[in-house]
């Protein structure tokens, strides 16, 4: 059983920057990749970046990609999103979630099994 827990969240005006955390618990072999997605009202849960379980491997959706960077600290237990140039079209929940098999890194939603219970981000114009 794994527990995720998001924090950083918040209000940010337009071309500000967030750094999203996920600390991990119950769990703490860290051979799983970890990942950030995104629900946005009345829209379907997308991915936004993902991490491999040793920190080598990463990838983003097109529309974040040169503004935010995922990192993970396994000593900690813990998976970071910093946001940068944040946009409007940015505002949604945001969560993080773990790969439900070891050492693979996918982009897929149902891939995933564990999920935080979302932090919410709004970015002002």
């Known amino acids: 059983q794994v527990q995720l827990v998001e924090s950083g969240g918040g209000l940010v005006l337009t071309g500000g920057s967030l750094r999203l955390s996920c600390a991990a618990s119950g769990r703490t072999d860290s051979v799983y990749a970890m990942g950030w997605f995104r629900q946005a009202p009345g829209k379907d849960r997308e991915f936004v970046a993902t991490?491999?379980?040793?920190?080598?491997?990463?990838y983003y959706t097109g529309s974040v990609r040169g503004r935010f960077t995922i990192s993970r600290d396994n000593a900690l237990n813990t998976v970071y999103l910093q946001m940068n140039s944040l946009k409007p079209e940015d505002t949604a929940v945001y969560y993080c979630?773990?790969?439900?098999?070891?050492?693979?890194?996918?982009?897929?939603?149902?891939?995933?099994?564990?999920w935080g219970q979302g932090t919410q981000v709004t970015v002002s114009s």
């Open positions: 979630a773990a790969e439900s098999s070891p050492y693979r890194t996918t982009m897929t939603v149902g891939n995933y099994y564990y």
């Open positions: 991490i491999s379980w040793n920190g080598r491997t990463t």
